[in-house]
């Protein structure tokens, strides 16, 4: 039907025919002469129609925004003084001989030159903002990250193998959604969270090298790097220990940025403990591109007469640490008011801050209504171990550390980029030596902090069991930005660790055995050392495309209420369906179903 894609008409097609397809981006008229912008995936082209062909004139009157057109016209140089160099088709325009309409169209539900465009407008009418150049882009620059990665591992040995969808539900991690069995009543599938048992079997089936981009999906509540269905980059490797699987994943990533970005990465990456990240950011997943680090305080604090301070610092879960906000000190009272309401969001009861008008007055030259609850010693040890100048501003977290961490790190992410603190670039990182369990005391049991079939960093499981609250694990995150690209373990191969593992989770035998009884079974017949790592794709695309949201980067995503406004579901079914699989509803309180 064409000869050409609109956007690649250059000079090179001079004086040649071409034949066109696309939509009509603009239409103007100046007086006798129809100038059009017609569109497709490459980009747009000038097509200018005169009086002087009556009935292609007269179609292209009828034109309007979004019509489909076939055109056929001849190449020309613009008129001198019209030329647009930002456009790769802006020194030519097609002088329009013949015009076919395809197509026609209502007026579109908004402009696709509008950037204030609500989202769940933009989501009902996604084949309309797909048009837009910058979603395009979005998802040229995820094709070409795909074709990249793919390469890469191709590359290197790794097989392009599936792992199924339907599959068993588990009983850690997020919901799963759940598929009924019409063929095995009252049974039910559930979709996977991610490969991750099957491309363990793939390692004990002697695969060696897997990788898979997959669909996962996980019924949790959501946020703007959150989705019910998410697309993963899926690796595991045998017979590797964690420095095998992170350099090859350093290259990886490093490739990838190369030949997509044309940006270089570091090499080596940084790499960072669990717990020096939480000491100094309160963060797993730390910004590195922001100067801002917590004071650890705890200690000081243990012997003060406020309780504000002296309650989180003796007690074994808690935290004191301040923040120090470099020339912060001309905050007014109302923006500290803002920030005080901000960290309240993360579960903090207040925000104490200290202002550095004059280090050298000693305490008088500070500003603060906590001043007169601290010794001056202590007041002097806080402004040393800070590093504080004038005209500082030092804000305080105490309270339980998870409190801390996630309020503190949470301002401090904010000050960086209220604050214009936030340098230019990609800043790395591998987070290693996690905690193999977390405890949650309203439960009384451990959780896996990554998943119940991560290795310990111990070899015995008796020593697993001995100490299992300072536990460290063979557990590494890929960190970029301060988001949280990939993650991934060496696994356990063993069967007695798994069995140590499952029973600190309070995971008992029968359980174990009902829901993954088929990999105990091939843990003992031969499983090697093994190890991987998982990418989210979606994630990783939003970063590179400098987009807010990974629904930006994603042809057809869900809301932040797990719904599709463009199909409208999750929708109801057939009564007629449901007793085929063997389903009864039951009302729900003041609904009228049966």
């Not at 489909?68 to 329009?96: D, H, K, M, Q």
């Not at 969808?165 to 598929?179: F, I, N």
């Not at 960086?416 to 977390?438: H, N, Y």
Request: charged share 25%.
């Amino acid at each position: 039907m064409r000869t050409h894609f609109c956007g690649l008409v250059t000079e090179a097609q001079l004086d040649s025919e071409v034949t066109l397809c696309g939509w009509v981006n603009r239409r103007r008229d100046h007086g006798g002469v129809i100038f059009i912008d017609l569109r497709d995936h490459e980009g747009v082209v000038q097509v200018v129609f005169d009086p002087d062909r009556p009935e292609v004139f007269a179609r292209a009157e009828q034109a309007r925004n979004e019509y489909v057109l076939r055109v056929t016209g001849r190449v020309r140089r613009r008129p001198e003084g019209t030329i647009n160099p930002e456009l790769n088709t802006g020194a030519v325009e097609v002088l329009g001989i013949g015009l076919e309409v395809l197509n026609a169209s209502r007026t579109p539900p908004f402009p696709l030159d509008d950037e204030d465009v609500g989202e769940e407008t933009r989501l009902r009418y996604r084949y309309i903002d797909l048009r837009r150049p910058a979603m395009q882009e979005r998802l040229r620059l995820r094709a070409r990250a795909a074709r990249s990665l793919r390469r890469f591992l191709d590359d290197e040995g790794f097989l392009d193998i599936e792992t199924p969808m339907l599959t068993k539900a588990t009983p850690e991690g997020a919901r799963d959604y759940l598929v009924p069995s019409r063929t095995h009543p009252g049974s039910f599938f559930a979709l996977p969270q991610s490969p991750q048992l099957f491309k363990q079997l793939l390692m004990i089936g002697g695969m060696d090298r897997y990788y898979q981009i997959t669909r996962c999906f996980r019924d949790e509540d959501l946020r703007a790097d959150r989705q019910p269905e998410f697309t993963q980059l899926d690796i595991e490797m045998a017979f590797v220990d964690e420095s095998d699987v992170m350099v090859m994943n350093e290259r990886l990533i490093r490739t990838l940025f190369r030949e997509v970005l044309n940006v270089e990465l570091p090499d080596p990456f940084p790499r960072m403990s669990y717990a020096e990240a939480m000491a100094r950011y309160g963060s797993d997943k730390p910004d590195l591109r922001i100067p801002l680090e917590f004071t650890e305080l705890t200690e000081v604090m243990r012997a003060v007469d406020f309780k504000v301070f002296n309650g989180p610092a003796n007690d074994p879960e808690g935290r004191v640490a301040a923040l120090r906000l470099p020339g912060g000190g001309g905050l007014s009272r109302k923006e500290i008011d803002d920030y005080t309401h901000f960290v309240g969001r993360y579960g903090a009861r207040g925000l104490a801050y200290i202002k550095v008008n004059r280090i050298a007055d000693g305490t008088p030259g500070l500003q603060s209504p906590i001043l007169k609850f601290l010794p001056d010693d202590v007041i002097q040890t806080i402004l040393e171990r800070a590093g504080a100048a004038d005209g500082d501003l030092i804000f305080f977290g105490a309270d339980k550390a998870n409190v801390v961490n996630e309020s503190l790190g949470a301002l401090r992410v904010r000050l960086g980029q209220d604050r214009g603190l936030v340098a230019e670039g990609w800043r790395p990182l591998w987070v290693v030596d996690f905690p193999m369990f977390e405890w949650d005391g309203k439960d009384g049991r451990f959780y896996a902090l990554h998943h119940p079939f991560t290795a310990p960093a111990v070899a015995d499981p008796a020593d697993l069991r001995a100490n299992p609250r300072t536990a460290l694990s063979r557990a590494y995150d890929m960190v970029l930005n301060g988001t949280e690209v990939g993650g991934g373990s060496i696994r356990i191969h063993s069967p007695e660790m798994q069995a140590a593992a499952f029973e600190l989770l309070g995971i008992s035998e029968t359980e174990a055995a009902e829901k993954f009884g088929f990999l105990l079974e091939a843990l003992n017949l031969g499983a090697p050392p093994h190890g991987g790592i998982a990418f989210g794709l979606d994630r990783l695309v939003m970063l590179m495309a400098g987009a807010g949201s990974i629904r930006d980067v994603m042809a057809f995503p869900k809301t932040q209420s797990a719904a599709c406004p463009l199909t409208e579901a999750p929708a109801q079914v057939s009564e007629a369906q449901l007793r085929e699989l063997g389903i009864r509803l039951r009302a729900q309180p003041g609904s009228a179903v049966n």
